[in-house]
Nanobody, 123 residues
Framework: QVHLVESGGGLVQAGGSLRLSCTAS????????MGWFRQAPGKERVFVAT????????HYADSVKGRFTISRDNAKNTVYLQMNSLKPEDTAVYYC????????????????WGQGTQVTVSS
């Protein structure tokens, strides 16, 4: 069992930056693939980024490629999402998730989810 807690969301102007953090409980954080997803009002939850266990492999949704960076610190049981050049369409609740098996962009592959943190980008 992994308990995930996101933080770092807030209100930012377009073009600004935010860094989200997700801290996991337990001593097995390094055994999980970690991902970030987001859900805008009235829309489905969609993939944003994922990172493998060591942090050496990352994948991004096309919509955030070049603007967002996922990273992890296994010593701190934390995964980060650095978001730069934010746009109003990035407004959503952002969720981190843990996957026991594979690096994936598919929501159903992830076993544990945080409660989400709101990101609002004003124009």
């Amino acid at each position: 069992q992994v308990h995930l807690v996101e933080s770092g969301g807030g209100l930012v102007q377009a073009g600004g930056s935010l860094r989200l953090s997700c801290t996991a409980s337990g001593r097995t954080f390094s055994t999980y693939v970690m991902g970030w997803f987001r859900q805008a009002p009235g829309k489905e939850r969609v993939f944003v980024a994922t990172i493998n266990r060591s942090g050496g492999t990352t994948h991004y949704a096309d919509s955030v490629k070049g603007r967002f960076t996922i990273s992890r610190d296994n010593a701190k049981n934390t995964v980060y999402l650095q978001m730069n050049s934010l746009k109003p369409e990035d407004t959503a609740v952002y969720y981190c998730a843990a996957d026991r098996l594979v690096v994936s962009s598919e929501r159903y592959e992830y076993d544990y989810w945080g409660q989400g943190t709101q990101v609002t980008v004003s124009s």
